[in-house]
């Protein structure tokens, strides 16, 4: 079922009109007509704000199933009149209504189910379960680190709107690509995540921080392809603007070097390559995010040296040559920042205990 159909479906199922969904979502009610009417796409920004006015997700609206179909809060449930449905078969704004306490509906002069509707988490990154913690964290009181944050299957999804609404002709020809070459892979860990969860965050991380380029995403969704599956950059379908920011990006240890002059030139090359640059530091603050989980301690500690000598300072490149990615450097300097210094303090704290 196509985004259009969803919508005018949802909308009816909550006795909605045109103009209160548009109120809602902060558009006008010729924008929702011609969202149902299929004749254009709600903007990627407008999608979580749209979700949750229609008391669903952002993965529901965007996969291609019906109502029917969907589990959970995406099901349109036509059978039996309100009254009569049980609490677990309301549709999701409905039910979280009557979970409200009942001071909320004064709040604001709102009443609980028009809050609660505003409210609804939006689940466009990731399915959130009842539980957070196992029954062994519970009991112990210990906590055990999540390698799997995200969904990759929502992060796809992400990634294809984003590309679909903005055109981003090299995006798309990238994410089947990146599927295709990386199946099977595995990241390094205990839980035996999909690889593709890597270049996917990365594409998400991108948007984020309004990096919509479509050759940086493209790039991100690409980058380890050359490296890890024995394919070369003029073997991919993609610019030649591409093909050259992945070169930059593959990692090659060549006859008569040892791996510290390889990495040497490599990061030497890097900062002559705008794409290349930002999707490097993106890379690495995504690796550096999970590694406390991932590596042992010593790979840990070679890694932050790593990232100090040689990442960093592509931070910076970042923010003085490229004025547009200024607030976005910044961004990225604080969480690297923040996370290395953490690390640092935890294994200095650890070595003297020992």
């Known amino acids: 079922m196509n985004i259009g ?48 006015a229609l008391g669903t997700s952002v993965a529901f609206l965007l996969e291609e199933q019906s109502a029917e179909e969907q589990p959970g809060e995406g099901r349109i449930i036509k059978e039996l009149p309100a009254e009569r449905r049980s609490a677990k078969e309301l549709p999701a704004e409905r039910r979280f209504a009557k979970e409200l306490p009942v001071k909320a509906q004064a709040a604001g002069g709102q009443s609980a189910e028009k809050q609660a509707a505003e409210e609804l988490p939006v689940k466009s990154m990731e399915r959130r379960t009842g539980r957070e913690q196992s029954m062994e964290e ?3 009181g210990t906590w055990r680190p999540k390698e799997r944050m995200f969904s990759e299957r929502n992060m796809y999804t992400f990634v294809r709107s984003a590309a679909v609404a903005r055109n981003l002709s090299q995006t798309m020809r990238a994410l089947p690509l990146m ?41 991100a969704l690409l980058h380890d392809v050359c490296e890890d599956c024995h394919v070369t950059p003029d073997e991919l379908p993609v610019t030649d603007s591409v093909k050259k920011s992945l070169d930059r990006l593959t990692f090659v240890v060549l006859d008569g070097e040892t791996k510290e002059q390889a990495k040497a030139r490599y990061f030497a090359a890097i900062p002559g390559d705008r794409v290349a640059t930002i999707v490097k530091v993106i890379d690495r603050c995504n690796n550096i995010s999970t590694m ?15 990232t100090e000598q040689y990442v960093m300072p592509l ?28 690390l640092k303090g935890m294994l ?7």
């Open 292 to 306: 406390a989980v991932s590596f042992p301690k010593k790979k840990i500690m070679e890694y932050i040296e790593e």
């Open 179 to 219: 599927k295709k070459y990386h199946a099977g892979q595995i990241r390094k860990g205990k839980e035996k995540i999909p690889y593709i969860i890597h270049p996917l965050m990365m594409a998400c991380h991108c948007l984020a921080l309004g990096l919509s380029d479509d050759e940086i995403l493209a790039t």
């Open 348 to 354: 200095a704290m650890e070595q003297t205990a020992m």
């Open 5 to 52: 159909r969803k919508i005018a479906e949802r909308r009816k199922a909550l006795q909605l009109t045109q103009n209160e969904l548009a109120e809602r979502v902060g558009v006008s009610f010729q924008a929702v007509s011609s969202w149902e009417r299929e004749e254009y796409a709600p903007d990627i920004e407008k999608l979580p704000r749209l979700a949750r």
């Open 315 to 342: 931070l910076v490149i970042m923010k003085n040559t490229y004025p547009e990615c200024y607030n976005a450097a910044f961004l990225l300097k604080y969480q690297m920042r923040g996370i290395l210094e953490s």
């Open 138 to 140: 519970q009991e112990t």
